[in-house]
């Protein structure tokens, strides 16, 4: 109880949370790592049947890709544990094609950073951000799964860069480390989308030393 209520010299602890600088934050972080990674670590396995090439693809892709205008009144989805939602109803064969197209794009940007992937990466997330400059945080943007606020997708896109990023430093046995704030964001982003999709329980559980998730449970595709 102590030391939860006095963290430890040093210990960063999380601000008030603002979607728009978390993000900005965890790009920066991603973009360090990524200058990071060697030529001869390209090839080598990243995560399941990716190279760590392909992930870095993936993670621009992903996490990177400018938002874009949405020209409507309402969003599609009001918060971003919906996001979770959309993708628990997803039938096989629609999950089958997004993991194709997930691949397929991870692949293609993968080969465009070349052998030196830090400023490819770095001009990558500068255009990002030039995007965000002419998008308000109520403003709706289009995303794959219909119209969110900028202030609910972006956590969304945190999180994948913070997991995969992750995934990248274990790859590669490169150091990863993320503020307080984007791992805080993607952590209760995570709980409130097991939550929508009925498995709060059990990661609750599985957090707090109850029982492990069952194996191969993820909420990231």
Do not use: C
């Not at 255009?127 to 972006?154: F, H, Y």
């Not at 009925?198 to 492990?212: N, Y």
């Amino acid at each position: 109880m102590d030391r939860a209520m006095n963290p430890a010299p040093g210990t960063r602890v999380p601000s008030g949370l603002n979607s728009r600088h978390t993000y900005q934050a965890a790009a920066a972080t991603f973009a360090d790592l990524a200058a990071r990674v060697s030529a001869t670590q390209l090839a080598g396995p990243g995560l399941g049947d990716w190279s760590v090439r392909e992930l870095l693809g993936h993670i621009v892709s992903s996490g990177l890709s400018p938002v874009s205008p949405y020209d409507g009144q309402q969003p599609d989805l009001a918060a971003p544990s919906a996001y979770f939602a959309v993708l628990n109803a997803a039938s096989l064969e629609e999950i089958q094609s997004v993991n194709a197209l997930t691949t397929q794009n991870a692949r293609k940007i993968g080969l465009e950073l070349g052998e030196d992937p830090g400023p490819v990466v770095s001009r990558r997330v500068e255009t990002a951000m030039s995007a965000l400059k002419n998008v308000d945080d109520e403003d709706l943007v289009a995303t794959p799964v219909g119209s969110m606020r900028l202030r609910d997708w972006l956590p969304t896109r945190t999180l994948e860069l913070v997991v995969h990023s992750s995934d990248i430093a274990v790859a590669t046995g490169l150091e990863v480390d993320f503020p307080a704030d984007a791992l805080s964001e993607s952590a209760a982003l995570v709980a409130r989308g097991a939550a929508v999709i009925g498995a709060g329980l059990p990661v609750l559980q599985a957090l707090t030393g109850r029982d492990p998730l069952p194996a191969g449970f993820s909420m990231v595709l």
